[in-house]
């Protein structure tokens, strides 16, 4: 398999995701302030988006979005518990963090890195800025309520919406967003953070 991803993006969970399975991959960087990378110009080919991350599975198929790479990856070794099995409560309670940080999580924290493009006028700029820190923050406690008690989304056992759930709350520190007022999001970083997957990925990914 070939995994398109960026140093820290979404599309790092999915990097997570593969070193937690055990399938052998290769991993392509994608550097999108190169104009001559050769990775930006196949995703570019791959994805009419143009987005990472974008998964080519060992029979050549095709997959970009981040909640069908976590499945097919999880569903490929059951043994590894990566994902509740199919058909239980469990199995549904992860799509529905799987979702809750694609849908809202993703969306609420990126907006923060866009808030140049919005308008080259900087009061509407802070305007913005000022709406999209408070979704932000209210996704961050919301986050952190449902921590509460808890080493991880499900519980006890770590499962692929962790990935993608530390993943975007590690944009944070990009962003200036303290995660003092969040104990137990603080916690919960720290406990994805030592696992040898995911300290491998974001040494690879030269996140140190």
Known sequence: MKLYYSAGSCAMSCHI???????KYEGIEVDWENSSDPGAAQVAKLNALGTVPVLITDDGKQLDQNIAIHTYIADKVPDKKLLPPNGTFERAEAVKWLSFVSADMHKAIGALFTVNYVSKDKAVQDAYRQYAMGRAKEILAYLD?????????LGKNFCLADAYAFVVAGWTKWLEIPLTPYKNIQSYMGRVAARPAVAKVIKVEGLE
């Open 17 to 23: 995701a593969l070193e937690e399975s055990g399938l």
């Open 145 to 153: 309520n449902n921590l509460a008690g808890k080493d991880f989304l």
